[in-house]
C-alpha cells in the first residue's frame, strides 16, 4: 500500500500546446494550488487516506478476504475524488464519490449475504444472471441493509449518496447550475460551463463531501472488520477526523 514519488520530469515537447494538454496542466497546477491554500482541508483528506492504508495493510489471513476487494476499491475511488476535486473538476468528482459509496455498500451487502457471491460473478455468463444481478443488488436493498445493521452511519450515506447524486452522479440540475457563469456582455447574457473552477461554494463542498464520503466509507467497513479496527485504535481516529464535518 505504500505509495512511491515520482522523480520530477520536464515536461515533454509538445504539451500544453493544444487544447487537450493545456487542460491537464492546469488541472495538475490547481492541484498544486489547493495543496497550498487549503492546508486544514487537504491535511484532513490525508489523515483519513492514512487510516484506509492501515486498515487495509492489516487486514491479512482475514475471514471477511472477499470484502477486502471492495474495500479496496472503494479507497481507490475516494482517492480518484479527491484527485478530481482538487483539480477543480468538482462535477466529475461528485460521480466518483458516488462509485466509492456503492463499493461500501456493495461490499457490506455481499458480508451479510455470502450466498450471494456466486450470483455476483456470475453477471456476465448469460442475459439472465445479468438479470439476477439487477434485481439483487438494488441501491435500495442495500442501503436499507446498513440503515437495519448502523442507522446512524445509513443515515449518513444516505444522505451523501443523495448530494453525489445531486451535484454531479446523474445529470441533474444542480450539476449543471452550480458550474455555470452568467456573463453580460452589452445587451447580451452569455452562459460559460465551468471546466476547471475557481475557488467557490461549489468547490468547497466538494472538498467537504470528499472527507465526509471517505469517514462514511470506514464507517460502513467497521461493520465488516469491526476486531482489526478496534485492535488499531482506528475508532477513535475516525472520531477525531470526522470533527466539524
Known amino acids: 500500500m505504500m505509495s512511491k514519488r515520482t522523480e520530477s520530469v520536464p515536461p515533454p515537447p509538445g504539451w500544453a500546446e493544444d487544447e487537450l494538454s493545456i487542460l491537464l496542466d492546469t488541472a495538475h497546477h490547481n492541484t498544486y494550488a489547493t495543496f497550498v491554500r487549503m492546508k486544514t482541508v487537504f491535511n484532513r483528506l490525508r489523515k483519513i487516506d492514512a487510516v484506509y492504508r492501515t486498515a487495509l495493510g492489516n487486514l491479512h489471513h482475514s475471514e471477511e478476504w472477499f470484502c477486502a476487494f471492495f474495500f479496496l476499491r472503494a479507497h481507490a475511488a475516494y482517492l480518484s475524488g479527491i484527485r478530481l476535486a482538487v483539480a477543480r473538476q468538482c462535477p466529475e468528482a461528485y460521480v466518483v464519490l458516488r462509485s466509492c459509496l456503492e463499493y461500501c455498500l456493495y461490499g457490506l451487502y455481499l458480508w451479510k449475504n455470502p450466498d450471494k457471491a456466486a450470483i455476483w460473478l456470475k453477471r456476465h455468463e448469460s442475459e439472465m444472471h445479468k438479470k439476477k444481478i439487477k434485481d439483487e443488488f438494488t441501491i ?10 448502523d442507522k446512524k452511519t445509513g443515515a449518513i450515506v444516505g444522505e451523501l449518496y443523495e448530494r453525489t447524486i445531486d451535484f454531479g452522479g446523474h445529470p441533474n440540475e444542480k450539476a449543471i447550475l452550480s ?9 447580451a447574457i452569455r452562459f460559460d460551463t465551468v471546466y476547471l473552477g475557481g475557488d467557490s461554494p461549489a468547490f468547497r463542498l466538494c472538498l467537504k463531501t470528499c472527507a465526509q464520503v471517505g469517514i462514511a466509507g470506514l464507517l460502513v467497513f467497521y461493520n465488516i472488520f469491526r ?16 470533527r466539524g464535518l
Open 227 to 242: 476486531i482489526r479496527f478496534d485492535l488499531l485504535d482506528l475508532p477513535d481516529q475516525i472520531d477525531r477526523l470526522k
Open 140 to 149: 435500495g436493498t442495500m442501503r436499507s441493509l446498513l440503515e437495519a445493521l
Open 179 to 187: 458550474n455555470l457563469e452568467r456573463i453580460e456582455e452589452g445587451d
